[in-house]
């Protein structure tokens, strides 16, 4: 009887440690949600961590440290952290993205339209947290990738006080790629050109796709809450068609609400502000596919 439960106690630990010495291959991408008025966001990595579901965690320190302009990720467009590692099998709860970005001698920056350049400096009292939550599981010998929305949109905030750094404080968004397809569309001239859009005479600014979970959502500026858009799609103007358009990718499979604004300069990411959409749409994604939505 003893020697039975001894087995019965020794199972589920032995199971334990035979997931942990498997391995499977990772992959991790990073992509960005826009911003208004900057040329550039150059923000260092160091590395990542895989946050275990024991409140561990796996690190990756890249050989050299990286500094990436996350303005160069819009649009679907990604670059690639970790590139099919083996990593010890199980399921994590998330992901800690490595920032080197201290509160003084930052050398991650953000720079300006008008040529202004200001460090960036991790800021922890306003939710600058870098991991992102969301679990998933390495299977042994298969392998998983996963993407990253850093969302810049949400993520600067503003000097406070005498200070002169803006405040890095990452709104992350993690989804597995076998689950996700993209939104793309034109938008009509007319959108961009209203008299109440707040871009003055700059079009590349100001103009975005905001895209929230579920059908009928309520359409609303951004400000801290749980309702706010889940990302950001910038709208741009294609040199050779002479059109508008826009690209939100890494949507995971499922029901959304769909808005444009041309004033999206004006939300601040904290505060509630009064902002006008127009051409509010439910649309449905799904995994590996591109769903068009032109805005006529």
């Known amino acids: 009887m003893t020697h039975r439960l001894l087995q019965r106690a020794l199972l589920p ?21 826009p911003i208004d008025d900057a040329t550039a966001v150059n923000v260092r990595f160091t590395g990542v961590e895989l946050l275990t579901e024991a409140g561990t965690a796996e690190t990756y320190d890249f050989d050299e440290v990286r500094t990436i302009n996350l303005l160069d990720l819009q649009g679907g467009r990604t670059v690639t952290l970790v590139s099919d590692d083996d990593v010890p099998g199980g399921t994590y709860n998330g992901i800690r993205l490595l920032i080197d970005a201290p509160s003084s001698g930052s050398e991650s920056t953000i720079t300006f339209l008008d040529g202004s350049e200001f460090p960036l400096v991790l800021s922890s009292a306003a939710g600058g947290s870098r991991s992102v939550s969301g679990s998933f599981t390495v299977e042994e010998d298969e392998r998983l990738a996963l993407t990253i929305d850093f969302d810049l949109r949400r993520s600067i905030l503003e000097p406070t006080g005498t200070a002169t750094a803006y405040r890095l404080a990452p709104r992350l968004r993690l989804v597995n790629d076998a689950d996700v397809g993209t939104l793309t569309g034109r938008v009509a001239s007319a959108y961009i050109t209203d008299p109440d859009c707040d871009n003055g005479d700059d079009n590349s600014i100001g103009n975005t796709v905001y895209v929230f979970s579920g059908r009928n959502a309520t359409v609303s500026d951004m400000d801290n809450a749980v309702d706010d858009a889940i990302t950001f799609g910038a709208i741009t103007l294609d040199d050779s068609s002479g059109e508008y358009g826009y690209t939100v990718g890494f949507l995971p499979a499922g029901n959304y609400t769909v808005a444009l604004t041309c004033q999206g300069r004006l939300d601040d990411p904290v505060t509630q502000e009064t902002i006008a959409f127009t051409g509010t749409t439910n649309v449905s994604i799904e995994s590996g596919r591109t769903r068009t939505l032109d805005f006529d």
């Open 13 to 33: 630990a032995l199971s334990a440690l035979l997931l942990a010495a498997c391995e499977g291959e990772l992959q991790i991408r990073l992509t960005d949600a």
